[in-house]
């Protein structure tokens, strides 16, 4: 396991940790998707203008992201066509807990507590996702936390003037927090399965994005708590 970016980004808040999961742990966490991809069937929303969203998402926790012509982008309590969310059950949040422990140090992993939500994006074969800004939240203050399983997939963020460009594979973290928290970033492709890089758990080709959030204002003192660790 390496974090990448340590020297020239880390201070950006910006890390990404490689095989931070083993082959084992991502087939576990797959199966757990698929509970929740039973439970809150994949959707492709429509955004603002009309148009549908490019990737297929849902989301477990006790919010969810959305999107629709009406509101824009926004978190609601329930799927649209199933009720509330499922729960983030213990794996997801073990696991979550696991890369804050990776990206920060062991006494950070205590964070895994407070997220509240964790977005589930499906990318087909060739997919990408543009240029955006993770702000629909009330918190900007808990980093985010993306884990990749399934296909490699082409990573980009603007860091200042500085473009960042990355290859995401199965079992990587990408945590954005500090000033990357909203930095614009976007996944500019999915690639085709590296031959010699770690086994894809997903039953099907793609890439699975688990993207966990705070969506929700946090208690001042717990931000302060955070804002000093970090």
Same mark, same amino acid.
């Given at each position: 396991?390496?974090?990448?970016?340590?020297?020239?980004?880390?201070?950006?808040?910006?890390?990404?940790?490689?095989?931070?999961?083993?082959?084992?742990?991502?087939?576990?966490?797959?199966?757990?998707?698929?509970?929740?991809?039973?439970?809150?069937?994949?959707?492709?929303?429509?955004?603002?203008?009309?148009?549908?969203?490019?990737?297929?998402?849902?989301?477990?926790?006790?919010?969810?992201?959305?999107?629709?012509?009406?509101?824009?982008y926004?978190?609601?309590?329930?799927?649209?066509?199933?009720?509330?969310? &499922? *729960?983030?059950? %213990? +794996?997801?949040? #073990?696991?979550?807990?696991?890369?804050?422990?990776?990206?920060? /140090? =062991?006494?950070?992993?205590?964070?895994?507590?407070?997220?509240?939500?964790?977005?589930?994006?499906?990318?087909?074969?060739?997919?990408?996702?543009?240029?955006?800004?993770?702000?629909?939240?009330?918190?900007?203050?808990?980093?985010?936390?993306?884990?990749?399983?399934?296909? &490699? *997939?082409?990573? %980009? +963020?603007?860091? #200042?003037?500085?473009?960042?460009?990355?290859?995401?594979?199965? /079992? =990587?973290?990408?945590?954005?927090?500090?000033?990357?928290?909203?930095?614009?970033?976007?996944?500019?492709?999915?690639?085709?399965?590296?031959?010699?890089?770690?086994?894809s758990?997903?039953?099907?080709?793609?890439?699975?994005?688990?993207?966990?959030?705070?969506?929700?204002?946090?208690?001042?003192?717990?931000?302060?708590?955070?804002?000093r660790?970090?």
């Open positions: 396991m390496a974090v990448d970016y340590q020297a020239r980004h880390a201070d950006l808040g910006l890390l990404v940790v490689r095989q931070a999961f083993s082959d084992n742990l991502s087939s576990l966490l797959a199966r757990c998707a698929r509970q929740v991809v039973k439970a809150a069937p994949l959707m492709r929303p429509t955004m603002a203008d009309g148009t549908p969203l490019r990737v297929q998402v849902t989301s477990c926790g006790d919010v969810g992201w959305m999107a629709t012509r009406a509101r824009g926004h978190y609601a309590d329930r799927h649209p066509r199933m009720g509330p969310w &499922p *729960a983030m059950d %213990e +794996v997801m949040r #073990g696991c979550l807990a696991e890369a804050l422990a990776r990206a920060y /140090g =062991d006494d950070m992993a205590w964070m895994a507590g407070i997220y509240d939500t964790c977005l589930l994006n499906f990318y087909g074969p060739g997919d990408s996702l543009g240029w955006h800004q993770d702000v629909t939240e009330e918190d900007r203050c808990m980093p985010i936390v993306g884990i990749s399983l399934g296909d &490699p *997939a082409r990573f %980009e +963020v603007e860091l #200042g003037e500085e473009q960042v460009s990355t290859i995401v594979r199965s /079992g =990587d973290v990408v945590v954005m927090g500090g000033y990357s928290r909203l930095a614009r970033h976007r996944v500019a492709e999915v690639m085709p399965p590296d031959l010699f890089g770690p086994r758990p997903l039953s099907r080709p793609g890439r699975l994005s688990l993207t966990y959030r705070r969506a929700r204002c946090l208690p001042g003192d717990i931000e302060d708590r955070i804002r660790k970090r």
